[in-house]
């Protein structure tokens, strides 16, 4: 389970809940036969989506909203200094 914000827990949590104790108890051979595969099915769409999320948002420059894992902040603010030695930008270390 990605670390990630209460909102995620709780539908995590829901998820958990709904097939492990409703199905479990009323349809007990379909849950013998298929919890195996769904619970494949859902950690492989959390790996599919964490692929398909970089490619599609970060490799392009493109942070996420607010709300979808890390803060926008979280990034270094030196990240868009010029490298080069001598050249001076206000709030950029000069090299």
């Known amino acids: 389970m990605p670390s990630a914000k209460a909102v995620h827990y709780m539908s995590w949590g829901a998820v958990g809940i709904f ?9 007990k051979q379909w849950w013998a036969r298929h919890m195996y595969i769904l619970s494949a099915a859902l950690d492989a769409g ?6 398909f999320l970089f490619f599609a948002l970060q490799s ?14 979280d990034h270094c ?19």
């Open 19 to 27: 097939f492990n104790y409703y199905i479990y108890r009323k349809f």
């Open 77 to 95: 603010p030196l990240a868009n200094c010029p490298m080069a030695p001598g050249i001076k930008v206000k709030g950029c270390p000069v090299l």
């Open 60 to 73: 392009l420059d493109i942070n996420g909203p607010e709300w979808w894992g890390l803060e926008n902040s």
């Open 46 to 51: 959390i790996a599919f989506m964490g692929v």
